[in-house]
């Protein structure tokens, strides 16, 4: 039975969903400013891998992940460079999706972008004002904390006095408000020239927090199950989704809240201003790979700080590059008939082990332990001519299996080799039997600068990519 630690309690509690077998999530997205930094994919890996996990537990799942593509920064940006908001976050947009690709993430269900749900939170707003929970400024629209008795219980902050409850994507200065902590659901344009839309409402933009309830509720309904997001949300951003979301329809909002710990870089707050600043597209440039990255975030609980080196990193790349060279060589292995029984026992406790691991609040330090285990030690039955057929299927099954959840060993099979290069490879074996070893050495540099590199083993010839 899967647990989670859910924020709201304060407890680790057994997942049961509203309706059995099937699973709503929303993740909070990205704010499309930017390309995305190595925090930020982070948390896309985490909502990655509880989805692949609740897959594997046979649940279906409907993800909805918004794309923020309105808020001052963009604002700011956008006009800078003399675009429209579209103009400007497309490119993001687009950066985006090629790098949660690139990472092994699969896709949410649902990918709404805010601009594309004004009339949604125009209307969430007008149920906050009927039922009194908001109010009119200069304009703008404001939720006005004081009517909902419960805010403050994610975050458990004690709101005695005034604490500002907007994030610093609003301007909490700019409008007269009733209370400090009253936070904007709608802002009235400060210019003639700023991106505004006429609504229901009046005209006017909507306030970072409405777009994630209205967002989320449109798709999943006005209670669902799961919501995820970094530990900086928590409050005022998911406090805030609460309260508003709660205000409007009387009902429950979510029922378990998960959310991830902060990413260090060699200890300390990662800032353009420090230098340590990196997004996953200058890990590339670097030359680090996608699986490595993954790896890397990944390989701590997301419940604990991870700490960023570029030797972990490199550490990373390592193990990932030895995972997958074993299953090759599992996948290649020459073996007999039959099954040895130690062998299937390590694969059942692999298995096992990886489960119960995840089943703990998402343990992904125990899954990859149990994952290391299993190959130290099948590589020692293959040393030793140990390992028979059945055992290499019952293998191969499970890191299958694992891998449907962590996506780090890559594809299953290798991808083909085009016809020039296999007859390179058979044209090297030739020149191997004549012993016209200088040719055989010129085919295998050839096939090294085409990305192919060759191993010779007892069992023949086996080549990866580079």
């Known amino acids: 039975m899967l647990r989670i630690y859910n924020t709201l309690s304060g407890q680790l509690e057994e997942f049961r969903p509203l309706k059995e077998g099937e699973v709503g999530m929303y993740y909070c997205g990205p704010t499309v400013w930017d390309f995305g930094h190595i925090g930020n994919f982070r948390s896309a890996i985490a909502a990655d891998v509880m989805r692949r996990y609740l897959k594997f537990k046979g649940y279906r799942v409907t993800q909805v992940m918004n794309l923020t593509d309105v808020d001052d920064r963009i604002i700011t940006k956008a006009k800078e460079q003399n675009k429209t908001l579209d103009d400007y976050t497309a490119k993001y947009i687009e950066a985006f999706w090629e790098d949660f690709d690139a990472l092994g993430c699969e896709r949410p269900e649902i990918a709404p972008r805010a601009t594309r749900h004004i009339p949604e939170m125009a209307a969430l707003i007008d149920k906050l004002e009927k039922n009194n929970h908001a109010y009119r400024s200069d304009g703008s629209i404001y939720y006005r904390i004081s009517s909902f008795p419960d805010y403050g219980k994610l975050s458990k902050i004690n709101f005695a006095g005034n604490i500002a409850g907007a994030s610093e994507r609003v301007d909490t200065d700019k409008y007269e408000k009733e209370d400090a902590r009253d936070f904007a659901l709608w802002k009235a344009p400060a210019k003639e020239d700023e991106p505004s839309w006429e609504t229901s409402i009046g005209r006017g933009r909507p306030g970072w927090h409405i777009e994630c309830s209205a967002m989320s509720m449109k798709y999943l309904g006005e209670t669902f199950d799961l919501h995820l997001g970094g530990i900086d949300l928590v409050f005022p951003h998911h406090e805030n989704e609460i309260a508003q979301s709660e205000g409007a329809t009387g009902c429950p909002f979510v029922r378990y809240w998960f959310h991830f710990e902060h990413l260090k870089v060699e200890g300390e707050t990662m800032s353009k201003s420090k230098g340590n600043y990196y997004t996953f597209r200058d890990l ?183």
Do not use: C
């Open 284 to 466: 590339a440039a670097k030359g680090f790979t996608p699986a490595g990255v993954r790896y890397f975030l990944l390989s701590v609980p997301f419940r604990k700080q991870l700490n960023f080196t570029f030797d972990a990193l490199r550490g990373a790349e390592k193990t990932v590059t030895s995972l997958r060279d074993f299953r090759a060589r599992l996948r290649e292995a020459k073996a007999e008939p039959g099954s040895n029984e130690r062998i299937s026992a390590a694969a059942k406790k692999a298995i096992d082990e990886f489960e119960a691991g995840m089943d703990d609040d998402l343990n992904t330090s125990v899954a990859l332990a149990a994952v290391h285990d299993l190959t130290r030690e099948v590589n020692t039955a293959l040393a030793r001519g140990d390992v028979r057929e059945e055992d290499k299927r019952a293998v191969i099954a499970v890191i299958d299996r694992i891998d449907s959840v962590l996506n780090v060993f890559g594809d299953s099979e290798p991808r083909m080799l085009d016809d020039e290069i296999q007859k390179l490879i058979d044209a090297r074996q030739e020149a191997r039997h004549r012993r016209d070893f200088h040719r055989a050495d010129e085919i295998r540099d050839e096939l090294a600068e085409r990305g192919i590199i060759l191993e010779d083993t007892k069992d023949g010839v086996r080549w990866k990519r580079k």
